[in-house]
């Protein structure tokens, strides 16, 4: 999990807080805001643990931001048995999966595009539909050109 901006022509500012499952790259949860707080982090996160199947061990990897130290993300990890891990200070091996996501959705979805005159509210909308895009329908070589739902259908997970 991580925080990406979206700064728009305008001059808003629309934030992204998306978990995103390292086992296919699918976005399980996601929050958008005009804000980078605790209140985005926190509410991507309850929305994960409340898609995740019950059982199993779940790693939840971050960066060091404050927002992944505050006592409301430690006490929902604690509270939904999640495993916190992050890197080293400098150093962000574990929330590469989530850059990772952050490059490909701005190349595919904001950058190379005109947003002038697009309100944060619309942006907002745009970006909640690519989202559910990104998830339901594009495909991925990795996962055999199925799209995440697909590939997980497929195995019985979804």
């Not at 976005?27 to 994960?48: E, F, M, Q, T």
């Not at 495909?139 to 590939?151: A, F, T």
Request: glycine share 10%; charged share 30%; hydrophobic share 35%.
């Amino acid at each position: 999990t991580d925080i990406t901006e979206f700064r728009l022509p305008g001059g808003e500012k629309v934030y992204l807080s998306p978990v995103v499952d390292c086992f296919d790259g699918m976005p399980v949860a996601w929050s958008i805001g005009l804000h980078p707080d605790k209140r985005l982090a926190n509410s991507s996160l309850l929305k994960a643990c409340a898609a995740r199947p019950a059982g199993g061990r779940t790693t939840i990897h971050s960066d060091r931001g404050g927002h992944y130290r505050w006592p409301e993300w430690i006490g929902i990890c604690e509270e939904n048995g999640l495993v916190r891990s992050m890197s080293a200070k400098g150093c962000s091996p574990d929330n590469s999966a989530c850059e990772g996501f952050f490059g490909r959705l701005k190349n595919e979805f904001f950058r190379y595009r005109d947003w002038e005159g697009v309100t944060a509210e619309e942006f907002m909308g745009r970006l909640e539909a690519y989202l559910v895009y990104y998830r339901e329908e594009r495909i991925k070589k990795s996962l055999g050109w199925l799209s995440p739902m697909e590939y997980r259908r497929k195995l019985g997970y979804a």
